[in-house]
């Protein structure tokens, strides 16, 4: 009875609110929990490597440290007699192993380098422009050579996490920056060959066929080995990103194309024409926006391939080179037999990479259902 | 409305649109000879397929892809927009012919919008899904309409400041404005609305408002309520008389259904396979009907009232020729009622006047040898 009477009360008017597309967009993309992980897990990455590497990484890129090949160091929370000492590790001693006849360095339980949250370190501007000293964690010890080496260091004595961490910033911005010039061309030309048709359309279509037809890899190494041996490394990587750029554009060209062949024969095309618009504002102004949905998923979904062309060429040593960093730079280093036989942690590259592949795989998926909010499921 | 002497703002003069597809070519329109006068409504009246949307489309330059206007000429008498007075009389005209126009120059698209203003039959499609009603009538407006800030007794100034365009916050009053106008009730909220949250009715509405709202000198109205119930459409008809008073527009109005355009046209073009058949004022077309073809059309009428039911409506007999296979003489002539075999078949019948402003194209009023 107390239900009934409940649901008989007068419901407030509610003020009339529809629900715009992107609110049901958004409605429907919170609900894929996958898809979620996935952006954040990208947002972090992104944040922490793209925006404020220095805070995130222990140490700054280039600085070098005797301790050359040192594996990870463990942290350990009590010591040797059991106490609670907090996180730290063990002072790193030099030994040569007779066996493998190399320098190997190995715990030295005398001395004990405490860790910490939100510590001390190199000093650099965070954001490019607040000059600080404090990094995320590192270690606080008076002693001059305490070092903490989360994923051990490369043959100049570098820590191999902060390495990773700044290539990050380099292959990931590759990837979002490859992809922007990407829909840049392919839109562009995608929107053109559609919207005009006929010989514009062939000459654009024909030449994304060409381009398909070339095997990517060595049109990569072609191109890339264009690249002039003297320009800057800053150069080079964008001349690098214009190339990722500049060999995918078909795939997204095609895809326009066939969405503006459905839309441009609308109705409100017509009226737009019939209303003094010239082409450029059809095209651009009109058609392009009801191809969005379907771009930003494409886009999405291509820029995992764009991180792995970037890795996979200068892995060959045809994209970036040192001084530069990027994931690519740093599997190179440990593409050796050597290198994964006395240095493995340098493979710690890679599960970055599959990490950052996936959460964009898991996140374009979900906005791929999500872009579609009165669809199905 | 009180007479005055008729000025021509559209001329179109033996016009021939061809579309060459695979199967052969077919003559959308054929011969077409029509003039609008500025202030006035012209109704074009034909089955589906008979060039009616095609002529409409001519006028604006606009034929769809293998259509191409083979001859003939569409004169537009034009009023360059700043020398029009208080009223919408002109001081000055020029002559484009607008068929000789670029296709996607500047001056032809000055026109379209800005000076012929064209209402499409589908007004469910005709807004770009991802804009406002708002955003629809601000890029008319900023295409083509220029602020009227005017200094009394500075030439130029005047000049200077009709050649700004209206910006934003201008644009969006006008839309408002227009939305009143059109009958949009709280047009404040509607400006802000997207196609999807408009009724068929409103966004018709809408669509009138983007025509209207650059002031132009001629509206083409493609079958604008076809797709519309009874109700909305009586609305949106008298909005359009209106509006066709307070800025002295001329209406080309193209519809199939005969009591719609009887309502609203000053004078009717009849049209049959791309040729207009009889032209006459409203009056003279109803109640003196002089061609074959129209006299059919307005017997399958069917009308309220009438004592003899049971009796089945008249229709036209025959199919609509194969358009890739024209009959000879009067295309008319299988279908004809009054045919007269010999020589309709053989002669092909010209413009023939048979009234004060009455013309009609058929042999049964024309003098030929047989």
């Not at chain 1, 095209?283 to 494409?298: C, D, E």
């Not at chain 1, 200068?314 to 240095?343: E, K, M």
């Not at chain 2, 000055?110 to 804009?131: A, D, K, N, W």
Request: hydrophobic share 45%; net charge neutral.
């Amino acid at each position: 009875m107390a239900v009934a009477q409940q649901t008989l009360t007068v419901p407030k008017k509610k003020a009339q609110v529809s629900q715009s597309y992107w609110s049901l967009v958004w409605w429907k993309f919170r609900r894929n929990r996958v898809a979620l992980f996935g952006g954040v897990i990208l947002a972090v990455l992104y944040f922490s490597m793209g925006i404020v590497p220095e805070f995130v990484s222990p140490y700054l890129l280039e600085r070098a440290s005797n301790y050359t090949e040192a594996a990870p160091q463990q942290v350990h929370l009590f010591d040797e007699s059991g106490a609670f000492r907090g996180p730290f590790v063990y002072g790193l001693e030099r030994q040569i192993d007779t066996v493998k006849r190399t320098r190997v360095f190995v715990e030295d339980k005398a001395k004990i380098w405490p860790l910490g949250l939100f510590v001390q370190g190199d000093s650099y501007q965070l954001l490019g422009v607040i000059p600080t000293n404090i990094h995320l964690f590192g270690v606080v010890s008076d002693d001059p050579d305490a070092q903490f080496f989360i994923m051990g260091t490369d043959a100049r004595g570098r820590d191999w996490f902060t390495r990773i961490i700044y290539g990050g910033r380099l292959s990931l911005l590759i990837g979002l920056l490859g992809q922007l010039m990407l829909l840049f061309f392919g839109t562009i030309l995608g929107v053109a060959s559609g919207y005009y048709g006929g010989a514009v359309d062939q000459v654009i279509q024909r030449s994304t066929e060409f381009l398909g037809a070339i095997p990517e890899i060595p049109l990569f190494m072609a191109l890339a080995a264009a690249i002039p041996a003297f320009w800057s490394p800053i150069a080079v990587y964008f001349m690098l990103t214009l190339i990722l750029s500049f060999v995918r554009w078909g795939g997204l060209a095609r895809q326009v194309r066939g969405l503006i062949l459905s839309l441009r024969e609308r109705e409100y095309v017509l009226a737009a024409k019939s209303a003094g618009a010239s082409d450029a504002r059809i095209m651009f102004r009109h058609l392009l926006p009801g191809t969005m949905s379907h771009v930003i998923v494409i886009a999405t979904l291509a820029i995992p391939g764009m991180i792995l062309a970037e890795t996979a060429l200068s892995w060959l040593g045809l994209g970036l080179r040192p001084p530069l960093t990027s994931w690519g730079v740093l599997l190179q280093d440990a593409a050796t037999v050597r290198a994964i036989h006395t240095t493995p942690w340098e493979l710690w590259t890679v599960p970055f990479i599959l990490l950052t592949v996936l959460a964009y795989n898991m996140l374009g998926d979900g906005l791929r259902d999500a872009l579609d909010p009165y669809g199905g499921r | 409305m009180t007479q005055q002497t008729l000025e021509p703002l559209v001329e179109v003069e033996n016009l021939r649109v061809e579309f060459d597809v695979r199967a052969g070519v077919v003559k959308a329109v054929d011969g077409l000879n029509m003039t609008i006068y500025r202030g006035r409504t012209l109704g074009v009246i034909g089955e589906s397929g008979c060039g009616k949307s095609v002529t409409a489309r001519a006028i604006l330059n606009m034929i769809p892809k293998p259509g191409k206007i083979t001859s003939g000429e569409i004169r537009y008498h034009r009023q360059a927009k700043h020398l029009r007075g208080e009223n919408g009389h002109s001081t000055k005209t020029d002559v484009v012919t607008i068929n000789e126009l670029h296709p996607d120059g500047e001056v032809i698209r000055q026109i379209r919008g800005g000076e012929i203003g064209m209402i499409f039959q589908e007004p469910m499609s005709s807004l770009t899904p991802v804009y406002t009603a708002g955003t629809h009538i601000g890029e008319a407006v900023s295409l083509h309409r220029l602020s009227a800030t005017k200094k009394v007794g500075d030439q130029i100034a005047a000049n200077v400041a009709a050649a700004r365009k209206v910006d934003r916050d201008e644009a969006r009053e006008i839309a408002i404005e227009m939305l009143r106008k059109v009958g949009i009730p709280k047009p404040t909220e509607r400006v802000d609305n997207y196609p999807h949250q408009l009724s068929g009715g409103q966004r018709q509405r809408v669509m009138i408002a983007v025509a209207l709202s650059t002031e132009p000198s001629m509206l083409i109205a493609d079958e604008p309520t076809t797709a519309l119930d009874v109700s909305i459409e009586a609305q949106i008809l008298d909005i359009m008389r209106e509006l066709q008073g307070s800025v002295n527009m001329a209406i080309m109005f193209i519809t199939h259904n005969l009591g719609v355009v009887a309502n609203m046209a000053h004078e009717i073009v009849v049209m049959y396979m791309g040729k207009a058949v009889e032209r006459a004022t409203v009056s003279d077309l109803f109640y003196n009907p002089k061609h074959p073809y129209t006299q059919s059309l307005l017997k399958s009428i069917p009308r309220l009232g009438e004592k003899k039911t049971g009796e089945r409506l008249a229709s036209i007999s025959g199919m609509v020729p194969d358009p890739f296979n024209l009959p000879t003489g009067c295309v008319f002539h299988p279908r004809c009622p009054a045919v007269m075999m010999g020589k309709c078949d053989k002669i092909a019948p010209s413009w023939t006047k048979v009234g004060e402003d009455h013309w009609v194209s058929c042999l049964l009023y024309e003098e030929v040898g047989a």
